[in-house]
């Protein structure tokens, strides 16, 4: 994997495709970031390779190492008007908590049992085939007011997708969200985080607001309880969009760490909020 260190610049790398040609570009966090007190990106992580399952991912998709890094030449054209969330504006205090991949039958019940406990509203970056297979989890998510976001159908690296397949993997998941709760979702979250134009242009036609996020413990790869539960609490901030994670493989560290992240960030007087 790439030494993502190289990368503390940059906070974000969004490939452009215009026509033939693919631009990579790099620019800060919206400018809404510097207006959050204190909000500072997390250091500049590798995107969460975050399989679905084991052997799903093909070489080279892994986005921290095919992202160019160090590249800063500003280039937003068409990303300006509508480009991804990573912060949410809610007042002092207010930070949102995202969990990703699922829904899954181990660690999902086990995540909403922690939020109920505190009392916690958080968002759902769920996919398609997995909603297929556990629909009375994801009507639980929903009845017990969480949000749901569109996290694709397979979990795909859509800057890598024709605009056809694009459109199938987010016109396909809000479809069976709604038919499973009654619900069209209105966010939704690219795999990786991996943006593009097309993407972007997809979420305008389909009336789906991107969703992206501004704290990564990259829980994912099972760094350790307490590292998740150290990288949430030093890069917190009023307004941050903290990123977890209930499918996609083993996440007993995630529900570990949330376990002790979210009785400590409500004691520092943060509440949670939905984008
Ligand atoms: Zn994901």
Redesign the pocket.
């Known amino acids: 994997m790439t030494d993502v260190s190289t990368a503390s610049s940059v906070s974000r790398r969004v490939l452009l495709s215009l026509g033939g040609l693919t631009l990579i570009s790099a620019f800060a966090p919206p400018a809404a970031a510097a207006a959050s007190p204190g909000a500072a990106k997390a250091p500049a992580a590798a995107r969460?390779p975050?399989p679905m399952r084991p052997g799903e991912m093909r070489p080279g998709q892994v986005l921290g190492d095919s992202h160019p890094v160090g590249v800063t030449t500003p280039h937003e054209t068409g990303l300006n008007r509508h480009r991804p969330q990573y912060y949410v504006h809610k007042g002092s205090h207010a930070i949102a908590l995202t969990i990703?991949?699922g829904p899954h039958p181990r660690y999902t019940p086990q995540v909403l049992a922690l939020l109920q406990r505190y009392g916690i509203t958080a968002t759902f970056?769920q996919i398609g085939d997995e909603i297929g297979r556990h629909p009375a989890l994801v009507r639980e998510v929903a009845d017990q007011g969480h949000l749901i976001a569109n996290?694709t159908w397979t979990?795909p690296d859509l800057v890598r997708e024709t605009r056809t397949a694009v459109r199938e993997e987010i016109v396909r998941t809000s479809e069976i969200l709604e038919r499973t709760t009654g619900r069209t979702p209105d966010l939704f979250?690219a795999?990786?985080g991996a943006w593009s134009s097309r993407v972007l242009a997809e979420c305008r036609t389909q009336g789906l607001r991107p969703l992206d996020w501004s704290v990564d413990p990259r829980d994912w790869s099972r760094p350790g309880v307490s590292s998740i539960v150290r990288t949430i609490l030093r890069t917190t901030r009023t307004g941050s969009i903290i990123l977890e994670?209930d499918g996609?493989g083993d996440r007993s560290q995630t529900v570990a760490a949330l376990r002790t992240v979210l009785p400590r960030l409500l004691d520092e007087g943060y509440h949670f909020v939905t984008p």
């Open positions: 969460p975050s990703d991949d970056c996290h979990h979250r795999p990786y994670h996609g």
